[in-house]
């Protein structure tokens, strides 16, 4: 199984919006509501954000939101803020049983 | 508060066997799946493979052949093997739950598509 697609770097302003994508296939993100995704700051461990697509845990700021459309998945950071930069990665379940993450993307506020 | 510790020697030699173990604390690891995720240094997260507390496991099929995941419920802990390690295994090495839920604590587990309790990690190096 192929990794999922990342760029590797998006960057914003604080206030504005940014969207990472996560490109996958037919096994894996197309096939299935299962995408989630995860913030890590340097040194630390990854923290779930997002899961089934679109779902925010608890505690988790509504600034952040995630979609999917075909093979491509998408979180979206609203009024971005010093406190998200970092680094992302998105996530699917695969037909294989088991899990695909993506290559990560850096977030930079600017 | 479930909590989990991963544990093991931070250096391990070519061709030997990576063997770590995870502690979890606050919970038990029982009717649950459990996993193992890398990172190598400077990249992105691998999925190892997982455990479900009845014995059965899954493994990414790039590293099946040479990992191993098994479980001790009298000790709450589950741990990894990774055989014939290059330094391309060098890695930091997560365990972590897969989320789940359990309606009135009572009667089934439905579990969730995701991993919602991670350790703090485990940095292992391959190096003779």
């Known amino acids: 199984q192929s990794a999922l697609t990342q760029p590797a770097s998006v960057s914003g302003s604080p206030g504005q919006s940014i969207t990472i994508s996560c490109t996958g296939t037919?096994?894996?993100?197309?096939?299935?509501?299962?995408v989630s995704w995860y913030q890590q700051y340097p040194g630390r461990a990854p923290k779930l954000m997002i899961y089934d697509v679109s779902d925010r845990p608890s505690g988790v700021s509504d600034r952040f939101s995630g979609s999917k459309s075909g093979n491509t998945a998408s979180l979206t950071i609203s009024g971005l803020q010093a406190e998200d930069e970092a680094d992302y990665y998105c996530s699917s379940y695969t037909t294989s049983t088991s899990w695909v993450f993506g290559g990560g993307t850096k977030v930079t506020v600017l | 508060q479930v909590q989990l510790q991963e544990s093991g020697p931070g250096l391990v030699k070519p061709s030997e066997t990576l063997s770590l173990t995870c502690t979890v604390s606050?919970?038990?690891?029982?009717?649950?799946?459990w996993s193992w995720i890398r990172q190598p240094p400077g990249k992105g997260l691998e999925w190892i493979g997982d455990?479900?507390?009845?014995?059965?496991?899954n493994y990414n099929p790039s590293l099946k052949s040479r990992v191993t995941i098994s479980a001790d419920t009298s000790k709450n802990q589950f741990s990894l093997n990774l055989n014939s390690v290059t330094a391309a295994d060098t890695a930091v090495y997560y365990c972590?739950?897969?989320?789940?839920?359990?309606?009135?604590?009572?009667?089934?587990?439905?579990?969730?598509?995701?991993?919602?309790?991670w350790g703090k990690g485990s940095t292992v190096t391959v190096s003779s």
């Open positions: 606050g919970g038990s690891i029982s009717s649950k799946y």
């Open positions: 972590a739950r897969r989320g789940y839920s359990r309606p009135g604590n009572v009667g089934p587990y439905y579990y969730n598509y995701y991993m919602d309790v």
């Open positions: 455990i479900y507390i009845s014995g059965s496991t």
């Open positions: 037919s096994s894996d993100v197309g096939g299935y509501k299962y």
